[in-house]
């Protein structure tokens, strides 16, 4: 299975920007759709943005304008952009390297890596 590993994390204040990178193991990377998902202490794991194989990308409705992913096949890597970045985006960011689409939802069916730490002090 593809492993993936995440970094870019770090603490910014309030209005800041992070540049999150997720690099897959394996040559089958351009073959799937990828996603960023963050967990909050005490919340459940949510789906942040995700990008298709043909690069058409969905966002969490609270991420839209501020947060752009994008992926470079060459480099079997897939980056979040966040800027104006809120307290309320703290969380550990994780992507995962096989999302499917069922309907108008992502499911993550890939390894997940040991995730990266944003916090955003106010």
């Known amino acids: 299975q593809v492993q993936v590993v995440e970094s870019g994390g770090g603490l910014v204040q309030a209005g800041g920007s992070l540049r999150l990178s997720c690099v897959a193991s394996g040559s089958t990377f351009s073959l799937y759709a990828m996603g960023w998902y963050r967990q909050a202490p005490g919340k459940q794991r949510e789906l942040v943005a995700a990008i298709s194989v043909g690069a058409g990308t969905n966002y969490l409705d609270s991420v839209k304008g501020r947060f752009t992913i994008s992926r470079d096949n060459a480099k079997n890597t897939v980056y979040l952009q966040m800027n104006s970045l809120k307290p309320e985006d703290t969380a550990v960011y994780y992507c995962?390297?096989?999302?499917?689409?069922?309907?108008?939802?992502?499911?993550?069916?890939?390894?997940w890596g040991q995730g990266t730490q944003v916090t955003v002090s106010s």
């Open positions: 995962n390297a096989d999302l499917r689409r069922y309907g108008s939802s992502w499911s993550p069916f890939g390894s």
